[in-house]
């Protein structure tokens, strides 16, 4: 079965400092990932993904991630954290051969201080 | 750019209520999805259309149904509403095919409270 597992519930960073949010996934075929914000009372904004071109991906806001397959992870990054940045981001896989589906982790909040 | 809309974006309702959710997709995306966010949860994919199709189904429950129209909107109707169905209702679109690979992009939701 597919599945994500993001490794942090709640990620807390000072301003101008890095981001690294972690996410593990399993998958038996080659899966396209995603990562997506959540602001408060939002809707889901997609950041990045991932759909087996290059490892490294570039999206917006300053964030990227790198595709390891021997490691099953695609980390979230970001060189300097924004105030802005605060919310909710989410992990997400969608098993290419198996239907339309996207399957979220359980979310990591993170909160940036001043 | 155009986005997807949900309307409405807040519905209050009583238990064993009926409600009806409405989606717009991006204009020329042909794949609608629904997902049910609960406090503090994930979103879960609850069902999804392609082309006016049922092309997948997660854990929607038998009380709810839904459809996609001619115009691609599409409507989740809820009946016999219970407390556990209080959550934040999402819809998605994707632009292509029956959406193995392409992106799906996110409305604003739907909260509903059912009291």
């Known amino acids: 079965a597919q599945s994500v597992t993001q490794l942090d519930s709640h990620v807390s960073v000072s301003e101008g400092t890095p981001v690294l949010l972690r996410c593990n996934y399993s998958s038996s075929y080659s899966p396209s990932l995603f990562w997506y914000v959540q602001h408060p009372n939002k809707g889901l904004q997609l950041l990045l993904k991932y759909t087996s071109a290059a490892t490294l991906v570039k999206g917006i806001n300053g964030f990227e991630a790198e595709f390891k397959k021997s490691e099953t992870s695609f980390h979230l990054t970001k060189p300097s954290a924004h105030m802005s940045d605060a919310a909710e981001y989410f992990c997400?896989?969608?098993?290419?051969?198996?239907?339309?589906?996207?399957?979220f982790g359980k979310g990591t909040t993170l909160s940036v201080s001043s | 750019a155009a986005g997807v809309i949900q309307s409405p974006r807040h519905l209050i309702k009583e238990k064993r209520e009926t409600a009806t959710l409405k989606c717009y997709p991006i204009p020329r995306h042909d794949t609608v999805y629904w997902y049910q966010q609960g406090p503090g949860q994930d979103p879960q994919f609850l069902i999804s259309f392609y082309e006016k199709m049922q092309s997948d189904k997660g854990s929607i429950p038998d009380r709810f149904s839904a459809q996609q129209f001619s115009d691609y909107h599409s409507e989740l109707n809820m009946s016999s509403l219970e407390l556990g169905d209080s959550a934040l209702y999402f819809c998605?679109?994707?632009?292509?095919?029956?959406?193995?690979?392409?992106?799906?992009?996110f409305g604003p939701g739907t909260r509903l409270t059912v009291l």
């Open positions: 998605a679109s994707s632009p292509v095919g029956r959406g193995y690979t392409d992106t799906q992009y």
């Open positions: 997400v896989v969608r098993p290419n051969q198996a239907g339309t589906a996207l399957i």
